[in-house]
């Protein structure tokens, strides 16, 4: 059976308009697969941008706490040496007082030395004058009788005169030895008064240097704490501003 050629044209339009429609279903159906797939690739993009910044929080979170153990360690050290510090600061404050103590005993010793000494020197110098005194007297008196005792001498002795004069020279070098012995012992007390005098002033001067010193190691002392605040105070200051970071990486839930 033959079929014309018009039913074969429309048989044709009715396959082709059929083809359209399923062509146009078929385009309609990738349309909203490439939705699908454009949702999914973003989505893809999201988590890979998220699993990026969880890898970054990871990273900087194994940071954080490197930093944070480096810190601590650090402060534990500070800490060891602060008490290091305090412990000689407090040995060498114990040593200075001892030495202190002892250096104000042996001051006190020698003024009281000093004095003894300047009690015995006056005291000597006034016996010494006393003693110089009773023998000039003794010695004028003799000296005053010298004319009575020669005129007597010549008329005993025909060289009498002679005998007199050597007395009267004898008397006046005992007197002139006299003299100098006095001179000779205040000048030798002198000489050890100067001396405890200096000595004195060394141990003064030596006092003084030793406060001097401990005052230093106190200044010394409060400096160390002083910086030992300020480290700890910025390490705190770090570990507040990485805790500020970590917050701002965070995922929003």
Known sequence: MHLDEKDINDNLDTQIESLQKENKNLNDKIYKYDEKISKIETEKLSLTVKNQLIESQSILIKETQEKEKKLFEEVENLKREKIQLQSVIKKDNAQSKIMIDD?????????????????????????????????????????????????????????????????????????????????????QKTAEFSSLISLKKELE??????????????????????????????????????????????PEK
């Open 103 to 187: 250096l104000k005993k042996i001051k006190l010793e020698n003024e009281t030395n000093i004095a003894m000494i300047m009690s015995d020197k006056e005291k000597n110098e006034v016996e010494y004058k006393k003693n110089l005194e009773n023998i000039k007297s003794d010695f004028t008196i003799q000296l005053q009788n010298k004319d009575e005792i020669i005129s007597q001498m010549k008329s005993d002795f025909g060289n009498g005169e002679k005998l007199a004069n050597g007395e009267s020279l004898k008397l006046e070098n005992q007197i002139a030895f006299l003299e100098n012995e006095n001179q000779d012992n205040s000048i």
């Open 205 to 250: 001067t030596k006092l003084e240097l030793l406060s001097c010193e401990n005052q230093r190691l106190k200044e010394q002392q409060n400096i160390s704490d002083e910086k030992l605040r300020d480290q700890i105070g910025e390490l705190q200051a770090n570990l507040i501003d990485q805790e500020e970071q970590i917050t701002l990486l965070m």
